[in-house]
T-cell receptor, first 116, second 114 residues
Framework: DTAVSQTPKYLVTQMGNDKSIKCEQN?????MYWYKQDSKKFLKIMFS???????INETVPNRFSPKSPDKAHLNLHINSLELGDSAVYFC???????????????FGAGSRLTVL | AQSVAQPEDQVNVAEGNPLTVKCTYS??????LFWYVQYPNRGLQFLLK??????LVKGSYGFEAEFNKSQTSFHLKKPSALVSDSALYFC????????????FGTGTQLKVEL
């Protein structure tokens, strides 16, 4: 069973389109994240949700909107796609218990978005 | 603000030789330090972490890391490298009370050759 699953794995689309990436975790974790990895492999956090509540919202264009219908799902919707949005988007989850900040993240396999 | 530096973009080592991947950090307060590994076309996998206690931390696949507070470093080591260790390695830091924000370094590509 895949612990953190993302769909689609590959997404090729035209500039200006709107697209969504879905993420589901079956680990029973209560915190989920979206990270963006650019072409230089640099990883940057975008959003974090804890029990459906947004707790981290980094400096991300308003065109990016996360939605968490329940604590096992965190979707990412992107409006008006731009060339610079091309990247690999990783979903991750963690269980917040014990020492705050010490929890380990479990990552999905990534969704490679290519904007033409 | 918290940050992590991985000064080497790439590290090359011969199989069987020891390997070191460097990481230094900057935080206000006590750090929680992590190493993750990324194989091609895969997500990141957790290797090991330092929270408190013994400065030498042992993790998966024979890797270990040493926390050095005076040098603000958390270098990843392995006594004998394998070709299968070739991957992209990320150091990351959080602080207690810093919530869920995990800040990653820029990554170091490890290449182990026969």
């Amino acid at each position: 069973d895949t612990a953190v699953s993302q769909t689609p794995k590959y997404l090729v689309t035209q500039m200006g389109n709107d697209k969504s990436i879905k993420c589901e975790q079956n680990l029973g974790h209560d915190t989920m994240y979206w990270y963006k990895q650019d072409s230089k492999k640099f990883l940057k956090i975008m959003f974090s949700y804890n029990n459906k509540e947004l707790i981290i919202n980094e400096t991300v264009p308003n065109r990016f909107s996360p939605k968490s219908p329940d604590k096992a799902h965190l979707n990412l919707h992107i409006n008006s796609l731009e060339l610079g949005d091309s990247a690999v988007y990783f979903c991750a989850s963690s269980q917040d218990k014990g020492i705050s900040g010490a929890n380990v993240l479990t990552f999905g396999a990534g969704s490679r978005l290519t904007v033409l | 603000a918290q940050s992590v530096a991985q000064p080497e973009d790439q590290v090359n080592v011969a199989e069987g030789n020891p390997l070191t991947v460097k990481c230094t950090y900057s935080v206000s307060g006590n750090p929680y330090l992590f190493w993750y590994v990324q194989y091609p076309n895969r997500g990141l996998q957790f290797l090991l972490k330092y929270i408190t206690g013994d400065n030498l931390v042992k993790g998966s696949y024979g890797f270990e890391a040493e926390f050095n507070k005076s040098q603000t470093s958390f270098h990843l080591k392995k006594p004998s490298a394998l070709v299968s260790d070739s991957a992209l390695y990320f150091c990351a830091v959080r602080t207690k009370g810093g919530g869920n924000k995990l800040t990653f370094g820029t990554g170091t590509q490890l290449k182990v050759e026969l």
